[in-house]
């Protein structure tokens, strides 16, 4: 329930709803959403006011940096916290899904007990944790550290509450096939506990893959999985203190780059509502809609424009998709057309900046994020040039309709209607590059350049809708956060393993060659960015090939440029592609009827993919001529 949605539930009956849903439990969800958009206000605050400080009063503040990245944390855990009520955190559900309802009743009760256990968990070792570090002072503020843990077992405990409420509605609407579910993930759990000397004998890694995999498999959130596969292992171990599984979450996420990643969220969020999506679509048509085809090229420029202000693949797909499928439909295109050349366009528009992989690669990785936005530009162009070929040969074969050629006062009047929007990737280039601000404060920058166009200049955005933008950016800033933390320790534990050394090692006395290990890195990227929906895959294959891709002198630029491509490729591959789902979901469709009239489109993409693979000198030349 959102905050919005409060005075809805008070006129409810009684203390108690339908019993099992508590009023107190949904004004404690209201409290926390609120609280979750404060925090990012609170943040967008004390970055900017770095900022004024720095550069304009030449007067830094020395706290703001601490500030900032306590904040962070805390957004991370909430959001979180929020995202886990609304069953909006990332999983894979395409196998459960499928099952007969009774099985899937009884495998969603296995998971939910084994998830509580982990959370319980997680808020016993986090409670230990924030002793250990109560008396220990922070660098700047001279406060507890304490406070940069406590979020986890106050989160993880209220986590806990949402997971017994969602048993609780389980059992009374499925009955006893939930029970039996419930009773075997209870019975799975007293084993793994109490007899851990059982399983001395398996080596800790294959528990930590297969209990990964078997959680992924049966729809449990990502994050929840690496992490309670991460506990399994170390618990197998017995030689590192588990107490080290909330350390490393907290340490994953306490970056002051990953502000940039709510940042870029809220303000791609606002520029959406306060009016853009269609100044630029009218931009585009202007531009290409004259040409053989013009809708379908339409799709692909105003995808190359608006990606770039979104900073998501679902936002994109779901705003382009949403503009033009019902016109394209309209002129005479196929859904299935219209569905695939959105996938089409989306998939090339995650090579545009700013995208949030992007941000994460980079303050993940310590690799510069502004030369990963930069060589991120000539690639998304090598992609795009191909498709909008593509599309004007099909539609001489579909015989689809071209628009008409707008007389220049017209073409005038749309460009000036799309000047602001597309101001601002100029701002944020423009700011970093002449070395005013850093990529976070450059997103600072770019969320007050949003409210200002939708407050204050187009009008479009109210106070209530600005607020419930903060509150929705911080709850999906602090789901994919969460997502971060998780994958840290599940890293820790494939590094502590040796696996990305061990892999390398493998590759290395297989082959040298950095070309083949390029080739194989896009199709692993692209086949399990489809399969675990886009960051998850980055989050979890990147520190296995990264450290290779190193070894090989492969340059991390151009190699993060190279995975994300093929892993935003991947989330578009039909039927599995979660990006293909939601277009065919606007174009009303099946995603199987999509499979065949995509091919075409698909290998365009790839072989584009190819081409900047095989030429690094594309990716490279803007880094190298602007970073100087």
Known sequence: MSFGEMNDTMNTEGIINSFGKPLVVDLLACVLEITTGILLIADVIVVGAAVIWRYILHDPLPWADEVARLLLIWLTFLGGCIALKR??????D??????PDQWRSVIDGIVQIIQISFLIFLAIKGYELVIVRLAEPSPALLISMGWFIAPVPLCTIIMVIWMVMDIYTSVRKNGLRALIGIIVGAIIIGIAVSGISLFQ?????????????????????IALSLGAASLAYLLLKQQTPVIIVPQRMVAGVDSF???????????????ESGGISERLVNFASALVGHLRGGLGQVAVVTEILFSG?????SADVSAVGSMLIPPMERAGYKRVDSAAIISAACAMGVLVPPMIWMVVIGAYFNIS??????????PALTLAIPLMILIYFISRRENWPSGPRLPWRERLRATINAIIPLMMPVVIFGTIRGGVVTVTEGAAVAVFYAIIVGLLIYREVSIKELIKHFVEAGVTSGMILWLIGAASIFSWVLAHELVPATIGMWITNFTNSRWLFLVLSVLIFMVLGGILEGLPAILIL????????????INMVHYSVVIIGATGIGIFVPPVGVGAFIACTIARINVITLAKRYLPYLLVLICALLVVTF?????????????K
């Open 94 to 99: 395409a196998i459960v899904s499928k099952l």
């Open 542 to 553: 990147a520190p296995i090939f990264i450290p290779i891709a190193g070894k090989l002198g």
């Open 309 to 313: 202000i979104s900073g998501s693949a």
């Open 201 to 221: 004998s398996i080596n800790p890694l294959i528990i930590l893959m297969v209990v990964s995999f078997l959680l992924i498999l049966f729809g449990t959130p």
């Open 257 to 271: 780059a990953l502000l940039a990643l709510p940042f870029f969220i809220l303000a791609g969020n606002l520029m």
């Open 615 to 627: 030429i690094p000198a594309i990716t490279l030349i803007l880094p190298t001529l602007l970073l």
């Open 369 to 378: 994020i502004i030369a990963i936005f930069l060589g991120s530009i000539l």
């Open 87 to 92: 069953h909006s955190h990332m999983n894979m």
